[in-house]
């Protein structure tokens, strides 16, 4: 099979044979490091700065229909699909040849702050996200090491005091008494990451 990358697309694609919508799909075109990409993602190491690169379109639901029925014989040719790029930025994936070359002929400024805010955003996500979890962990880290090396229990009101504001900073008791914090900490943060695979 060897690598190749894979492209993303919103408004899924249709399957002219079957009708099923197509959400992906697979490309040799480019650098192939499996990386992912969508409409304004820079495509590395595509040979096309501007133009209309022709794929084609892989259906699963058909491919599942000919496995499930036994069908030997060759299956028919997948459907094209026009990938526009303009400067080296995935402008469109289009079904149809000539709304590819419209696509092409009507990129302007406007879409390319529209790919930027959505980058940025996509960005600040992913940022706040990482640093959700990197920040559960690492208080999980700082409990177990102060469980490992409990200091003499000092009384006295300054000392509760003191405990009172270090449990201000301590990760919530559900998941301190959960029976496998660790994977109490990555359930509540798994949900952040779903939406950012989005
Ligand atoms: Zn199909």
Redesign the pocket.
Known sequence: MGMFDTIYVKTPLI??????G?RSLQTKEFDCTMAHFKIGSVLSGSSVMTGIVKETLW????SK?RRESGDKADPPPEPPVYLVIWHSILAGVEQDLAKAEARLAAVDRLDLIGWLDEAQREAARWRRHHHSLHHDVQRWHEYLARAAAPEPEATGELAEKRRAFQRLFDLPQEILTAPDPLAAILTANKHADEEADD
């Open positions: 399957c002219p044979a079957c009708g099923a197509v259906c699963d639901a058909c229909t």
